[in-house]
Structure formats: C-alpha cells, structure tokens
C-alpha cells in the first residue's frame, strides 16, 4: 500500500490534529477509517491496532477479515514512512516514557 495511491490522509472532522485514512484502491474504496490504540507487542514482528470505521459506501464492521487485512497494510506504510522521516513518536508502555527512535535503530 502506498500514501496517495491506495490510501490518503485526511484530516479529522472533529479536530486539527487527528488523521484519518481514506482508501482509495481495492475492495473499500471510499471507505474511511480512524486509527486508535496501536502498539507491538511481545511476540517478534507482531503489531496490533484497533480502528473505526468512519464512513463507507458499503455496509461493513471492523470485523470484517478483509478491512482487517487492508488496514493492517496501510498502517504498516504510515508507519514505515514515519520512521523514515522522523514524524512518529513512540511511547514505552510499561513506562510511558518517550522512545527515541532514531537512536534505538
């Protein structure tokens, strides 16, 4: 999946400073999603994620395998593209503390 492509960034409706995610190739086009708790766990090379969907052109549920799949894509691009250009930050979740990610690569 590629920003601009198969997904866009657009702005929240209700605020300036969240960011959701409208598909723009594939099975849910049109469908826009929001992004909640992500976090990588204990198991190597496992993330998990939780998101709403925000509109649709179809009938769907977050249940739903193949958004599931779609999602997981996409964020995997955000998140790629993030460390890349410095513009994600992550937290330790035991601690809370700010992680450094350019000095932890």
């Known amino acids: 999946m590629k920003e601009n492509k198969d997904y866009e960034l657009i702005l929240g409706e209700d605020t300036t400073e969240n960011w ?3 598909i723009l190739t594939g099975d849910f ?10 976090a990588f766990n ?3 090379d496992h993330l998990s994620f939780n998101y709403n969907i925000v509109s649709s052109p179809s009938i769907l549920s977050e249940d739903n395998e193949g958004l599931q799949y ?7 691009d955000i998140i790629e593209r993030g ?3 410095g513009s994600i930050g992550m937290m330790d979740r035991s601690t809370g503390e700010d ?3 350019r000095s932890s690569r």
């Open 70 to 76: 779609v999602a997981g894509k996409i964020l995997e």
């Open 83 to 85: 460390l890349e250009d």
């Open 20 to 22: 959701n995610v409208r």
């Open 42 to 44: 204990e198991i190597k």
């Open 29 to 38: 086009v049109e469908t826009v999603i929001e992004y909640k708790a992500i």
């Open 99 to 101: 992680i450094n990610i």
